[in-house]
């Protein structure tokens, strides 16, 4: 019978299909003698699965990020920063519960464009996503409160629009949110403000402006005021 595909065949695609001939940290690749976790730029578990493919700053990385590596069930770190990657973003995904694993996702820097998949924001160990100077647009779901895990979400110089959902808040662990240079209209969630002294926020000034006035439960994020000083107990009279 026919041999199912392994992680390193779904790997592979990647060299065929993003220019694998041209890296400059290509070492070993296609020497299945070897096997694939010896190939430069993955690391693999005891069992030999993919846990990481890391070819971030690879400037012969050109094309689009193919479906295949979804299937990569193991696959806790993902990063094709800085390097040519184009197209959109498979919608596979997260879809389906496929990389329920994957912590970091590092593909800012990019030629990316199009809108975030859906599925992205259901992978619920997902605590690094770097999607800064891209050129993807939309808007941000509501569903992104649902990645508990999050410390750093950079979503700087993007094309991305809309309204900041409120969900925003429920990232306790946030500690770095990137969303300058964008589209963003409206008000910063209103709970981000309690923990904003942990979380190093950037921000475009449409996001704080005074008019018009916020509706519940929303709140435009200035620096806090100085408390105004209380009136004295008694007027003095006039002389």
């Given at each position: 019978g026919i041999s199912p595909l392994s992680d390193c065949d779904y790997v592979e695609v990647l060299y065929w299909n993003n220019s694998g001939a041209t890296w400059r940290r290509n070492k070993q690749w296609l020497n299945h003698t070897v096997g694939c976790c010896k190939w430069q730029g993955l690391r693999c578990n005891r069992d030999g699965r993919i846990t990481a493919v890391e070819l971030g700053r690879e400037k012969g990385f050109t094309g689009v990020l193919p479906a295949a590596i979804a299937r990569l069930s193991e696959l806790e770190k993902l990063t094709l920063h800085r390097t040519s990657l184009s197209g959109t973003l498979p919608p596979e995904l997260g879809a389906g519960g496929s990389l329920r694993n994957l912590r970091t996702l590092r593909v800012g820097r990019s030629k990316l464009s199009g809108t975030l998949p859906a599925g992205l924001f259901t992978i619920p160990e997902l605590d690094e996503l770097y999607l800064k100077r891209t050129r993807l647009s939309g808007t941000l779901p509501r569903e992104i409160g649902g990645l508990s895990e999050m410390r750093e979400l950079e979503l700087d110089e993007a094309r991305l629009s809309g309204t900041l959902p409120q969900q925003?808040?429920?990232?306790?662990?946030?500690?770095?949110?990137?969303?300058?240079?964008?589209?963003?209209?409206?008000?910063?969630?209103?709970n981000l403000h309690y923990f904003m002294e942990k979380?190093?926020?950037?921000?475009?000034?449409?996001?704080?402006?005074?008019?018009?006035?916020?509706?519940?439960?929303?709140?435009?994020?200035?620096?806090?005021?100085?408390p105004a000083p209380s009136p004295p107990a008694v007027v003095p009279p006039y002389r």
């Open positions: 925003l808040a429920n990232l306790l662990k946030l500690r770095k949110l990137g969303i300058k240079e964008n589209r963003f209209r409206g008000y910063l969630p209103d979380c190093s926020i950037t921000e475009r000034k449409e996001l704080h402006s005074p008019s018009p006035p916020p509706a519940p439960p929303y709140r435009p994020w200035s620096a806090p005021s100085p």
